[in-house]
């Protein structure tokens, strides 16, 4: 094997690529020639991520999904190991060092037996969704960690969004088939503007509970023969079958009442008359257009900016410049989550500019902007992969519901779409949904997918995953995490573990640690930050929702505490919504100032 060879950095979001050499001991166990390395395709844009961080603030209850997460440690309790999964045809494995310890049970060559591999664009089967599974229902229904992926629980009709329900609910049984029930999760994944205003599925929408067809199964995931019937679900009930009512019961057609031939039809007008219809004619709906990223950056941050800059302007009137309005701008701005460090520099900037004088609100917006500008622009990096890792590994990471599913499908696009080989590791175990919606991102973005069954081990998967990764040579492994809230400490171990596990394979890895946060949040993200950072080594940001009811002063304040690189935002729930964080764009956004 050559010893020397180029080790590429690429980064990727912005600029070019960059070459050095790589000392031998660099290379990790099971990694490919250097020619094989250095073969890998250029990728869009560069910077090294950075790890670590200081002390953990205490962490707050998050209200509505504190209830969920305390299932899911029910649930983790209950859950069973990964044997009981049929084999898949998995590619020999070298497993270059054994898990120990704690991790064993979870992370050994068992589980290896029981992580289902799909190449792109296999067919895939169809699982439950999140909140019909056993384990996640409201009411601490028992976990079956049992079921196998392919047990179909289908969606009801009305589930909204790509954001399948986290909350469970009374099941009932239906005719929904394993197809419809994909199909209703892929339409739920792509409707991104239908359906944000549509309400989450509570516990009383009684998701429905398909029966699926024996084709229907997973291939490689098989339920085991003791199955236990799970509360709410009738194992082997037979479906009623559809009967269609009798003529004489149909509306219109009871004995002796025959329905008029044609009601719409109307009367023959006698001769001198005219009919006219002044009704208004039905417009077809124009296609609005597809608002640009930056559009819809700007309409998602216009709360923040136009509560701003109404503030501001109505305390700049006819006033010049004096200690009493500086500290009442300073409040302004604090109010709007940017932080005391960065209100303090817009009004120091403020101060030494104006004092004294007649001060008007664009001043101070385009100052704002500035200041901004200069807290942000050390953080806006790319995301910069080490393809001579093969694979770099990427972990995923955050609180329920901040987009890392999505984000992560968003990722993979871009990556395999520069031809790259990418592989998705389904590391939420805890919801069924979680993992359909990473088998449909992966069939989409033509990238391989690491699965297991619902309650799986996620570290045990996340060991696995890698292993099949360096196997297949894939460039990069992007591996999803469930969402948990920072002040669950048991989950925050979990995910600690799962870093741990993967630092045997590599002690590099995880590679990038990203954390999603989700714009609409507020000061609770300042802590996220804190807290993830410290379980989980978080590395870079990605910041979602930016296109909704934002309140992304909270970046701001996030990157002057932290200075963590922000690399991408997510503007919209589509493939292509993900965009290279630019400093000026959102803090001119934020200010309400136009475009320079
Ligand atoms: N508008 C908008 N919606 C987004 C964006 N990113 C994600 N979403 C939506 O947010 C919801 C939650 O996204 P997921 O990707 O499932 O979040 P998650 O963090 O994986 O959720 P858990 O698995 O519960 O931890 C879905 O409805 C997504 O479509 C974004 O940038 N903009």
Redo the contacts with the bound molecule.
């Keep these: 094997m050559a010893i020397g060879f180029i080790k590429k950095i690429f980064s990727f979001g912005k600029d070019t690529v960059e070459e050095k050499p790589v000392p031998a001991a660099e290379v990790a166990p099971g990694m490919p020639a250097a020619d094989e390395a250095a073969t890998t395709t250029s990728v869009p844009s560069g910077h090294l991520p950075h790890r670590g961080g200081e002390g953990a603030a205490e962490a707050t209850a998050e209200g509505d999904r504190a209830a969920s997460n305390e299932e899911r440690a029910a649930t983790e309790e209950a859950k069973p190991g990964m044997h009981d999964l049929a084999v898949p045809p998995a590619p020999a494995t070298s497993t270059p060092e054994a898990i120990s310890e704690e991790d064993s049970e979870s992370a050994g060559p068992t589980a290896r037996e029981n992580i289902a591999v799909e190449e792109e664009s296999a067919p895939l089967p169809i699982s439950p969704l999140?909140g019909e599974m056993p384990g996640r229902a409201e009411a601490g229904e028992a976990p079956i960690g049992d079921v196998a992926l392919g047990d179909g629980v289908a969606t009801p009709p009305s589930v909204?969004?790509?954001?399948?329900p986290?909350e469970g609910g009374d099941q009932s049984e239906t005719e929904a088939t394993a197809e419809e029930n994909r199909a209703a999760i892929e339409e739920?994944?792509t409707g991104?503007d239908d359906?944000?205003d549509l309400p989450e599925v509570t516990q009383g929408d009684a998701p429905e509970i398909a029966t699926p067809e024996p084709e229907a199964e997973l291939e490689n995931l098989a339920a085991p023969p003791d199955i236990a019937p799970t509360e709410g679900v009738e194992a082997g009930k037979e479906s009623a079958p559809i009967l269609s009512p009798l003529v004489g019961e149909m509306p219109g057609r009871a004995e002796g009442v025959e329905a008029p031939e044609n009601p719409a039809t109307a009367p023959s007008l006698p001769k001198g008359f005219a009919a006219s219809d002044q009704r208004p004619k039905e417009q077809a709906p124009t296609p609005q257009p597809k608002l640009s990223w930056y559009q819809r950056l700007r309409r998602?941050l216009a709360r923040t900016s136009s509560q701003l800059t109404g503030q501001i302007a109505s305390l700049f009137t006819k006033r010049k410049l004096d200690e009493a309005t500086l500290q009442d701008l300073e409040d302004l701005l604090i109010q709007a989550d940017l932080g005391v460090e960065t209100a303090m520099r817009i009004t120091d900037t403020l101060s030494s500019e104006r004092y004294g004088k007649d001060v008007t609100g664009e001043d101070v917006s385009r100052i704002m902007a500035g200041e901004i500008t200069k807290v942000l622009a050390p953080v806006a990096k790319p995301l910069e992969l080490d393809l001579s890792h093969k694979p770099h590994v990427i972990l995923?990471v955050?609180?329920?519901?901040?987009?890392?599913?999505?984000?992560?499908?968003?990722l993979a696009a871009k990556l395999s779409g520069a031809g790259l080989k990418v592989m998705l590791a389904a590391g939420?175990t805890?919801?069924a949904?979680?993992i359909e919606?990473l088998k449909i991102w992966a069939e989409r973005t033509k990238s391989d997918i690491v699965a297991s069954k619902l309650g799986a081990d996620a570290a045990g998967l996340a060991y696995e995953a890698y292993q099949l990764a360096r196997e297949k040579k894939s460039d990069v492994l992007i591996i999803?995490?469930?969402?948990?809230l920072q002040n669950k400490a048991e989950l925050m171990a979990e995910l600690e573990k799962i870093v741990r596990v993967l630092g045997k394979l590599d002690p590099d890895a995880p590679h990038t640690v990203l954390q999603?946060l989700?714009?609409t949040t507020g000061q609770n993200a300042l802590q996220q930050v804190e807290i993830f950072r410290n379980v989980a080594g978080v590395s870079g940001l990605i910041m979602?929702?930016?296109?909704?009811t934002a309140r992304g002063g909270i970046l701001v304040a996030i990157s002057a505490k932290h200075k963590l690189p922000v690399y991408f935002?997510?503007?919209?729930?589509g493939v292509d919504?993900?965009e290279p964080f630019e400093a000026k764009d959102f803090a001119e956004a934020i200010a309400g100032v136009a475009a320079a």
């Excluded at 955050?398 to 968003?410: A, L």
């Excluded at 999803?480 to 948990?484: N, P, Q, S, V």
């Excluded at 979602?544 to 909704?548: F, I, Q």
């Design positions: 999140a909204p969004s790509g954001h399948l986290h739920a994944m991104a359906c944000a998602g995923v955050g609180v329920n519901g901040t987009g890392k599913t999505t984000t992560i499908g968003k939420d805890f919801r949904a979680a919606q999803d995490t469930a969402g948990r999603t989700d714009a979602t929702k930016l296109d909704g935002i997510g503007v919209g729930e919504d993900l």
